[in-house]
C-alpha cells in the first residue's frame, strides 16, 4: 500500500482479515516457482494435508487445499454433498452468512433462511422446531457461519450439534470457519461438524488465495451421490491425486504452500490452545476498552461476543465511515468498516491471526484519539488503560523465552 499513497512506519492493519502476515511466513513464500511433478511438492503437501487436520481438530476428517478465497470453499462444502433442489436450513445474522444465502439460492438448493436481527446469533430455538417438524428427513444439510464477520457474534456448534442428535436428524452440518478457525475454539470431530471451511487470509495470517475444506467421512460418503455441477472444486478429483500420491489435480501455488507450512509451524510452536487463549485476551482486552469508551458492543449478548473481532456502534450523529476513513488518512491505521445493515452504524477492530498485546494497544490507542478527533467526547487514555490493566495481569511469559 505504501507504495502507492506512502506514509511513515508501518500500516497498523486492524481489518478483521486480511491480517497481518508474519516474517517467517513471507521468507518461506519467497522463492521460485517450481515443478508441482516433481517428488519435492507431493511430500511437502501431504505433510500439510496431515497436518490441517489439527486446526480442525479432526482425526477422520479429509482436507482439501483448494487454490481460492473462502467463496470458492462455500461453493465446494455445497456442490458436494448436496443436490438442486435440495432443502437446507441456513441462518441469516449479517453480511457474510447472507453472501453464503445468496451462493445456496443461485445454485438452486431450496433455502430455508432462519434470520435474525444483526448482532443476535443464530436462532436455536427456530432450529429445534423445525427438526421436530421433519420427521420425514427433507432437510439435508444445516449451514451455519460459526464467527460472523460483519457483526462480532459467535455461534454455538455444540448447540446445534446437540439440537440435531436429540432428533435424530441426519442433516449435514456445514460450517464456514473462515474467521474463527485458528483463533476461535473449534472441534470437527467431536461436534460431528461434516464440512468445515476457512480462508488463508485470516487467523492463519496468509495472503488470500488458499480456501482450505474438510470433509467428514458422512459428507464424503453424500459427495458420492450429490448431483451438483462441479468442476474446479470436485472433492473426486482430488481424490484420485490422493490415492495416486501426486496430490494435485491442476497447478497448485507453490508459494503458498510454503507459507503454509510456516504458518502451520508457527501455529504449533505457540500451540493451539495458546493460541486461542491470545486471541481471548485480545478480544477481552477490546470489549473493555470499548465499554471506557461509553460505547455498545454490536454483538447483544455476552455468550456470542466474538474473540476475532468487535463491532463498535457509535452514536446516531457519527458515521462510522468517516472514523474508517480518518483512521486511515491521519494515523496510518486500517479499521473495518460497517457493512450492509450496519453500514455508517458500527466500525471493526480485527484482533486475529499474527497479533500481540502491544500491536493491540497501539490499535487501541490510535482508535481514541480519532474518536477525539471526529468529536466524539473520549477520555484519552481511557479504553487504553483499561485494556492494559486486564492484559498486564493476564499476559503470560513467552513460553520460548522463559
Not at 497498523?12 to 486480511?18: K, Q, R, Y
Not at 436462532?123 to 422446531?129: M, V
Given at each position: 500500500?505504501?507504495?502507492?499513497?506512502?506514509?511513515?512506519?508501518?500500516?497498523?492493519?486492524?481489518?478483521?482479515?486480511?491480517?497481518?502476515?508474519?516474517?517467517?511466513?513471507?521468507?518461506a513464500?519467497?522463492?521460485?516457482?517450481?515443478?508441482?511433478?516433481?517428488?519435492?511438492?507431493?511430500?511437502?503437501?501431504?505433510?500439510?494435508?496431515e497436518?490441517?487436520?489439527?486446526?480442525?481438530?479432526?482425526?477422520?476428517?479429509?482436507?482439501?487445499?483448494?487454490?481460492?478465497?473462502g467463496?470458492?470453499?462455500?461453493?465446494?462444502?455445497?456442490?458436494?454433498?448436496?443436490?438442486?433442489?435440495?432443502?437446507?436450513?441456513?441462518?441469516?445474522?449479517?453480511?457474510?452468512?447472507?453472501?453464503?444465502?445468496?451462493?445456496?439460492?443461485?445454485?438452486?438448493?431450496?433455502?430455508?433462511?432462519?434470520?435474525?436481527?444483526?448482532?443476535?446469533?443464530a436462532?436455536?430455538?427456530?432450529?429445534?422446531?423445525k427438526?421436530?417438524?421433519?420427521?420425514?428427513?427433507?432437510?439435508?444439510?444445516?449451514?451455519?457461519?460459526?464467527?460472523?464477520?460483519?457483526?462480532?457474534?459467535?455461534?454455538?456448534?455444540s448447540?446445534?450439534?446437540?439440537?440435531?442428535?436429540?432428533?435424530?436428524?441426519?442433516?449435514?452440518?456445514?460450517?464456514?470457519?473462515?474467521?474463527?478457525?485458528?483463533?476461535?475454539?473449534?472441534?470437527?470431530?467431536?461436534?460431528?461438524?461434516?464440512?468445515?471451511?476457512?480462508?488463508?487470509?485470516?487467523?492463519?495470517?496468509?495472503?488470500?488465495?488458499?480456501?482450505?475444506?474438510?470433509?467428514?467421512p458422512?459428507?464424503?460418503?453424500?459427495?458420492?451421490?450429490?448431483?451438483?455441477?462441479?468442476?474446479?472444486?470436485?472433492?473426486?478429483?482430488?481424490?484420485?491425486?490422493?490415492?495416486?500420491?501426486?496430490?494435485?489435480?491442476?497447478?497448485?501455488?507453490?508459494?503458498l504452500?510454503?507459507?503454509?507450512?510456516?504458518?502451520?509451524?508457527?501455529?504449533?510452536e505457540?500451540?493451539?490452545?495458546?493460541?486461542?487463549?491470545?486471541?481471548?485476551?485480545l478480544?477481552?482486552?477490546?470489549?473493555?476498552?470499548?465499554?471506557?469508551?461509553?460505547?455498545?458492543?454490536?454483538?447483544?449478548?455476552?455468550?456470542?461476543?466474538?474473540?476475532?473481532?468487535?463491532?463498535?456502534?457509535?452514536?446516531?450523529?457519527?458515521?462510522?465511515?468517516?472514523i474508517?476513513?480518518?483512521?486511515?488518512?491521519?494515523?496510518?491505521?486500517?479499521?473495518?468498516?460497517?457493512?450492509?445493515?450496519?453500514?455508517?452504524?458500527?466500525?471493526?477492530?480485527?484482533?486475529?491471526?499474527?497479533?500481540?498485546?502491544?500491536?493491540?494497544m497501539?490499535?487501541?490507542?490510535?482508535?481514541?484519539?480519532?474518536?477525539?478527533?471526529?468529536?466524539?467526547?473520549v477520555?484519552?487514555?481511557?479504553?487504553?488503560?483499561?485494556?492494559?490493566?486486564?492484559?498486564?495481569?493476564?499476559?503470560?511469559?513467552?513460553?520460548?523465552?522463559?
Open positions: 500500500m505504501a507504495d502507492y499513497v506512502y506514509g511513515p512506519g508501518r500500516n497498523h492493519l486492524f481489518v478483521p482479515g486480511p491480517v497481518n502476515i508474519p516474517d517467517q511466513v513471507i521468507r513464500m519467497s522463492r521460485q516457482n517450481e515443478d508441482y511433478r516433481s517428488p519435492a511438492v507431493p511430500a511437502l503437501t501431504k505433510t500439510l494435508l497436518d490441517v487436520k489439527q486446526i480442525f481438530k479432526t482425526t477422520t476428517g479429509t482436507p482439501f487445499l483448494f487454490p481460492t478465497t467463496t470458492g470453499a462455500w461453493e465446494s462444502a455445497l456442490t458436494n454433498t448436496l443436490s438442486p433442489g435440495d432443502k437446507i436450513v441456513s441462518f441469516l445474522i449479517g453480511q457474510f452468512s447472507l453472501l453464503w444465502i445468496d451462493q445456496q439460492q443461485r445454485l438452486n438448493f431450496n433455502v430455508d433462511v432462519v434470520e435474525s436481527d444483526w448482532g443476535y446469533g436462532d436455536l430455538a427456530a432450529l429445534d422446531y427438526l421436530r417438524q421433519d420427521p420425514s428427513h427433507s432437510i439435508k444439510a444445516i449451514c451455519i457461519v460459526h464467527n460472523e464477520t460483519a457483526t462480532g457474534v459467535t455461534n454455538d456448534l448447540a446445534v450439534r446437540k439440537i440435531l442428535d436429540k432428533h435424530r436428524h441426519p442433516a449435514l452440518l456445514l460450517v464456514d470457519g473462515v474467521s474463527s478457525i485458528c483463533a476461535l475454539d473449534f472441534r470437527m470431530d467431536e461436534w460431528g461438524v461434516d464440512v468445515a471451511l476457512t480462508g488463508s487470509q485470516k487467523a492463519l495470517s496468509l495472503p488470500t488465495g488458499l480456501g482450505i475444506v474438510c470433509a467428514s458422512k459428507a464424503l460418503e453424500a459427495s458420492k451421490t450429490a448431483k451438483s455441477v462441479r468442476v474446479f472444486f470436485d472433492w473426486k478429483d482430488y481424490l484420485k491425486f490422493y490415492k495416486m500420491g501426486t496430490y494435485w489435480p491442476y497447478t497448485p501455488s507453490i508459494q504452500l510454503y507459507g503454509l507450512r510456516a504458518a502451520l509451524d508457527l501455529i504449533f505457540e500451540g493451539l490452545e495458546n493460541v486461542i487463549k491470545r486471541h481471548n485476551r478480544g477481552t482486552a477490546t470489549r473493555l476498552a470499548v465499554e471506557a469508551w461509553g460505547l455498545k458492543n454490536c454483538t447483544q449478548k455476552e455468550e456470542w461476543f466474538s474473540d476475532t473481532v468487535t463491532a463498535v456502534v457509535v452514536p446516531p450523529y457519527i458515521d462510522s465511515a468517516e474508517v476513513k480518518h483512521a486511515w488518512k491521519r494515523y496510518n491505521l486500517s479499521l473495518g468498516l460497517g457493512l450492509n445493515k450496519v453500514a455508517g452504524k458500527v466500525f471493526r477492530i480485527g484482533h486475529l491471526g499474527h497479533l500481540n498485546e502491544l500491536q493491540l497501539g490499535a487501541l490507542s490510535g482508535v481514541e484519539m480519532v474518536l477525539k478527533d471526529i468529536g466524539y467526547p477520555k484519552l487514555g481511557s479504553g487504553v488503560a483499561a485494556a492494559a490493566a486486564y492484559l498486564s495481569n493476564s499476559t503470560p511469559l513467552i513460553p520460548s523465552r522463559i
